[in-house]
């Protein structure tokens, strides 16, 4: 299984995330936003970071990159594809996500290790959890407030498409909680925590994330 | 040379910490009076040549295509005189 990891000018974590994928038993595959193909990989991985300086929104710029062209139209095809952090930014920005990200309502840059309820196990990158696992990875951003307006966030949870939720305070304002989303079909999934950053007892608060990543291992198996 | 400009503002509903942050700090310098303050952006597009409605169609698209994100943001365009 090849997970291709796109690096945007700004990114920050594509070499943790490419690690996570390696961690996982997948082959790690590096892709450049002005590349105009996927380079033929099973799943993409949109790393955390601030790509185009977050310049104009969080992920507007990046949203119109070469490499954003293919990867709405292997999204619509059923690809998975998970945005971490600024990945879930960029996946808002370019639709294939619903509601947006906006700055904390505490105003201050978050980073802490936060605990996450998973509440839908029938994505492709939450398969290797169990529905209602409570798990800790690190959250670190300063704009990390999911929004939508209440027709879209009733929608969100009538069809089970919350990924998680924050456990325990609301860390920065996101609308009943909601730490990541997924789309209509389940294969795109936004999380604004980083579960590429624990992956490993000696790196990480814990090694709940991995599972993101060999969840979409076992997924592609079974499909 | 002629100018557009387009105003960008969060939807009532959408929370605007910035502004809210900005409405905290003007009674600390004596300004009163301010119930609230919503933070916006505005662009200022210089334009070659004259403005058509088909120019001003193709601004509108960009406005609701990068400039602003309609999920959370309304738009407004104008002309103005230089």
Known sequence: ?????????????????????????????????????????????????????????????????????????????????????????????????????????????NCVDQELVVENTSTPWTWDYSIGQRIVVPLKNGEGGFVADDATLDRLEGEGRVVARYAGDNPNGSYRGIAGVCNERGNVVGLMPHPEHAVESMTGPSTDGLAFFTSVLTSLAAA | MARVVVDVMLKPEILDPQGKAVAQALPRLGFDGIASVRQGKRFELEIEGGITEERLTSIRHAAETLLSNPVIEDFTVHVEDV
Not at chain 1, 24 to 43: I, K
Not at chain 1, 65 to 94: H, K, R, Y
Not at chain 1, 103 to 108: T, V
């Open chain 1, 1 to 109: 299984m090849r997970v291709g990891v796109v690096t945007f000018p700004g990114s920050l974590d594509d070499a943790d995330a490419r690690r996570a994928i390696a961690l996982a038993g997948a082959e790690p595959v590096a892709l450049w936003h002005a590349d105009a193909d996927l380079h033929g990989v099973d799943a993409v991985v949109l790393p955390g970071g601030f790509s185009y300086g977050d310049y104009l929104r969080c992920g507007a710029i990046a949203r119109f990159a070469p490499v954003m062209t293919a990867v709405v139209d292997a999204a619509g095809g059923g690809l998975p594809v998970l945005g971490i952090c600024n990945g879930f930014q960029v996946l808002c920005e370019s639709h294939l996500l619903p509601g947006a990200l906006i700055r904390n309502d505490h105003r201050k840059f």
